[in-house]
């Protein structure tokens, strides 16, 4: 991860950028390797310049609908800066795997309002991409998080940064129609990045109508925190669509989920990360709310587990739609320091109006405690999930 970080930067007006002499990256070299392109690209680009985006920028970066953008390295946003993105916009990255992606630092803004006719695009450079092209979007901020205690910081798998804190409602800016394409790329065999990584975001940042597609890993996956995330969609995963961890408290409206050939489960749900331990005191879990949710697999037969809960962690579903796996919901945990089934039996995980079509078994209960399914859903056959055809029309792809 400590890859020679090259920046190279052509503007039509100077903008001056100097290094973090207190992270991790190599101090950037600036290069002018400018081209000329006068043909329209990606989301409205006009092409005027191509321009190399790299490095630790220390000043805000706002990028110019009139010209096109390539991350060839690591581009990341320090504390205090922000990355303002105009709608229409497709910034490609460099087909290179997980040293390319784009990281808002705590304390660091995105500001990406694209709309329904002119999303944001991040996507891979290449003629024929695939998952894992590159990295991905990954966005830390300072809210709470369980794998410390008080207000110490974690540091994140890619990138090395810190994250978590105290501050409930932090705010890392906006991302609002957008689509991450072929993202993913594997680090090593223990660190993967994702769609989007949120590590300890709070809740005023605004995340909405926000697609990953054709992704490596995992979708989304939050690390803690508090933000709350409406209208996402995840297609074609190869890992796990939807994934929380680390204490995550934060609410998740209007949710579609659409598994491809390769994939792994449509939510992946920790209480606490189990390779790093539950430091929070007193200890808590992770406890977000799902109203709204569809998760589509490929037929009983085929797709293994709609939703794993396990590690402690407690949630509440409302209005949810499975169609088409082996199982519902699996629960795994013990009666100790991961008592997901304590979070049943105590009315803290919860289904309220679901619908199972093609699902072999509802309910595989792995922890160690005693619960029927009556126990903790109510309205079986009453969900209809998320109104994606509605929605989702226009700005997502399948």
């Not at 090395?160 to 790329?185: F, H």
């Not at 803690?224 to 609410?251: C, K, L, M, P």
């Amino acid at each position: 991860m400590k890859n020679r970080l090259i920046f190279g930067l052509a503007l039509l007006g100077a903008l001056a950028l100097t290094s973090c002499a207190s992270d991790d990256t190599a101090d950037i070299n600036i290069t002018d390797n400018s081209v000329t392109n006068n043909t329209t690209t990606g989301g409205g680009n006009t092409g005027t310049q191509t321009i190399f985006l790299s490095g630790t920028y220390t000043e805000d970066l706002t990028l110019d609908a009139n010209n096109d953008y390539v991350v060839n390295g690591s581009l990341i946003m320090a504390s205090g800066t922000t990355l303002t993105i105009p709608p229409c916009m497709t910034i490609e990255a460099l087909a290179a795997g997980s040293d390319v992606y784009i990281a808002i630092s705590q304390g660091a803004k995105i500001d990406a309002q694209g709309t329904a006719d002119c999303p944001i695009v991040f996507t891979s450079n290449a003629s024929a991409p695939a998952a894992g092209d590159w990295g991905g979007l990954i966005i830390l901020g300072s809210a709470p998080i369980n794998s410390v205690a008080g207000n110490a910081t974690a540091t994140s798998e890619i990138a090395s940064l810190p994250y978590g804190g105290t501050i409930a409602n932090d705010d890392s800016g906006i991302l609002r129609y957008v689509r991450v394409q072929y993202s993913g790329g594997s680090a090593d065999g223990q660190s993967e990045n994702n769609g989007v990584s949120f590590y300890g975001v709070g809740n005023q940042t605004t995340v909405e109508y926000v697609q990953v597609f054709e992704g490596k890993d995992d979708g989304f996956e939050f690390f803690g925190g508090t933000v709350n995330a409406d209208y996402i969609s995840v297609v074609n995963a190869q890992d796990d669509s939807i994934d929380w961890t680390e204490g995550y408290t934060g609410t998740i409206t209007n949710a579609y989920v659409k598994h491809g050939a390769d994939h792994d489960k449509g939510i992946e749900a920790d209480g606490f990360n189990t390779d790093i331990g539950n430091n929070s005191s007193p200890i808590y879990f992770s406890a977000p709310t799902v109203n709204n949710l569809t998760i589509v697999g490929l037929g009983s037969g085929t797709s293994s587990e709609a939703i794993r809960l396990r590690a402690g962690t407690r949630a509440t579903f409302t209005n949810v739609s499975l169609e088409g796996y082996a199982e519902g919901f699996d629960l795994d945990g013990n009666s100790t320091d991961s008592p997901t089934g304590a979070g049943v039996t105590a009315g803290e995980t919860t289904v309220t109006n679901i619908l199972f079509t093609d699902i072999t078994l509802k309910v595989k209960n792995d922890t160690g405690v005693m619960f029927v399914d009556a126990d903790w859903i109510s309205g079986d056959g009453n969900g209809t999930g998320t109104d994606y055809a509605t929605w989702g029309a226009g700005w997502t792809v399948q």
